[in-house]
């Protein structure tokens, strides 16, 4: 297909853990309308959701709207705009390039349970200094369209999680073992 070897390896890693999404979500509609055989079952997209909340109940009938989620489908962040009865998306970044992802990382690095102790690090970050703020802005950056990406090969790894294809699993590097200690 022309594509460069060394980016073929990534694509079809993002295409199986697409899949694999795709796949797991209409099963999950399948067996849900199995259940309820008299009811339509209509997804709707997690961030959608977070934002649908958020706005909706506000009591503003226009605002910024910004979700940020270890990630939904493939969103991890999203900016937007609600005007009325209606919510558009102006910005989004995908995974995994995560601002939650990287919660988990360093709850993981800190010792708390990985996908579940964020909450306790968020919490503790108001406590905090800013002295490693610079080694954090070496991770990522934020585009001029608002759209957040981590710095290839900067500070975390990814594997491919065993047993599913496509998934991958990202964790800390020896680097920010060194730097943070």
């Known amino acids: ?4 070897k060394d980016v073929s390896k990534d694509l079809l890693r993002y295409i199986q853990w697409s899949l694999n999404r795709y796949l797991y979500t209409q099963q999950t509609i399948t067996n849900v309308s199995a259940m309820f055989p008299e009811c339509q079952v209509i997804p709707v997209a997690h961030h959608a959701c977070h934002a649908a909340s958020a706005f909706f109940c506000s009591g503003y009938s226009e605002s910024a709207i910004m979700t940020i989620d270890g990630y939904g489908e493939y969103d991890t962040v999203t900016l937007g705009i609600g005007r009325g009865n209606d919510i558009s998306v102006i910005s989004k970044s995908c995974w ?21 102790d964020e909450y306790k690090v968020m919490g503790m970050a108001a406590y905090g200094e800013r002295k490693y703020l610079p080694l954090f802005r070496q991770l990522g950056q934020v585009t001029e369209d608002g ?5 290839p090969g900067h500070l975390m790894a990814s594997d491919e999680v065993p047993g599913a294809p496509g998934e991958q699993w990202y964790t800390f590097t020896p680097l920010l073992e060194q730097l943070l200690g």
């Open 1 to 4: 297909l022309g594509i460069h």
């Open 96 to 116: 995994p390039n995560s601002i939650g992802l990287l919660y988990s990382i360093v709850t993981q690095y800190l010792g708390f349970d990985w996908f579940g």
């Open 147 to 151: 759209v957040f990406e981590f710095l």
